[in-house]
């Protein structure tokens, strides 16, 4: 059976739950990430070096960060499907989850940690806004291209849709102002209606911001 390490609401650990969900692959999981030091054992630093989560170990094969992650049960579990077989269609779903890190989450995570990881007292309200503008500023190239499309690499739901749909719940659930993006508004929707999203994306942020750092202070946190 499949293994993954990693919390289960840890951003690019939902990611790779998701998509196995969507796989219908079997897995076991073991929590890590949520005590001091678990990520820096030998044990876990012979899986993946970087303590950081996920990581999974499929059949002996051991890999880590979670876009590759992705791109690989994809491919080994759902070539036709989740990762098409037109190449070039495959090529505007990795376009997008590169998207997603490179372009949206930049500005859209400050404005995460400010309002989830962020005691109320210590949140600058003013960045928040600012970062919130900009995030929604950047979501309209990705709503030029939903208009005309109902994933991100056309008409079927792909490895491309995973990475920015986690991001874009949070977006969507988080107090912030919100300009009208029909194109995006239509494919969260779409997205939300689908079980595992519905199982891995559209659960709790996890620790109060308290509880949150301090763990980072004892050095438990070492993913987004």
């Given at each position: 059976?499949?293994?993954?390490?990693?919390?289960?609401?840890?951003?690019?650990?939902?990611?790779?739950?998701?998509?196995?969900?969507?796989?219908?692959?079997?897995?076991?999981?073991?929590?890590?990430?949520?005590?001091?030091?678990?990520?820096?054992?030998?044990?876990?630093?012979?899986?993946?070096?970087?303590?950081?989560?996920?990581?999974?170990?499929?059949?002996?094969?051991?890999?880590?960060?979670?876009?590759?992650?992705?791109?690989?049960?994809?491919?080994?579990?759902?070539l036709g499907s989740l990762y098409p077989k037109d190449p070039q269609k495959a090529a505007i779903s990795d376009?997008?989850?590169?998207?997603?890190?490179?372009?949206?989450?930049?500005?859209?995570?400050?404005?995460?940690?400010?309002?989830?990881?962020?005691?109320?007292?210590?949140?600058?309200?003013?960045?928040?806004?600012?970062?919130?503008?900009?995030?929604?500023?950047?979501?309209?190239?990705?709503?030029?291209?939903?208009?005309?499309?109902?994933?991100?690499?056309?008409?079927?739901?792909?490895?491309?849709?995973?990475?920015?749909?986690?991001?874009?719940?949070?977006?969507?659930?988080?107090?912030?102002?919100?300009?009208?993006?029909?194109?995006?508004?239509?494919?969260?929707?779409?997205?939300?209606?689908?079980?595992?999203?519905?199982?891995?994306?559209?659960?709790?942020?996890?620790?109060?911001?308290?509880?949150?750092?301090?763990?980072?202070?004892?050095?438990?946190?070492?993913?987004?």
């Amino acid at each position: 059976m499949l293994e993954i390490w990693g919390r289960k609401n840890a951003n690019q650990v939902i990611q790779v739950l998701w998509t196995l969900s969507e796989l219908g692959v079997e897995y076991k999981r073991s929590s890590i990430g949520t005590k001091s030091g678990d990520l820096e054992t030998e044990e876990y630093k012979s899986l993946n070096p970087n303590s950081k989560i996920p990581t999974i170990r499929d059949n002996g094969f051991v890999m880590w960060e979670s876009h590759a992650i992705i791109r690989y049960l994809a491919k080994q579990y759902g070539l036709g499907s989740l990762y098409p077989k037109d190449p070039q269609k495959a090529a505007i779903s990795d376009q997008w989850m590169t998207w997603s890190t490179d372009s949206f989450m930049g500005t859209f995570f400050p404005v995460f940690w400010q309002l989830v990881r962020t005691e109320e007292k210590d949140r600058d309200y003013k960045k928040i806004a600012e970062m919130a503008k900009q995030s929604s500023d950047i979501l309209k190239v990705l709503d030029d291209h939903l208009i005309n499309n109902h994933y991100v690499a056309g008409d079927a739901f792909t490895f491309g849709d995973i990475p920015l749909g986690v991001l874009i719940h949070k977006y969507f659930v988080l107090d912030i102002e919100r300009p009208s993006l029909p194109g995006v508004e239509a494919w969260y929707k779409r997205l939300t209606n689908r079980l595992p999203f519905q199982e891995h994306a559209m659960q709790p942020f996890g620790n109060s911001p308290s509880e949150f750092f301090a763990l980072q202070k004892k050095g438990e946190e070492n993913d987004k």
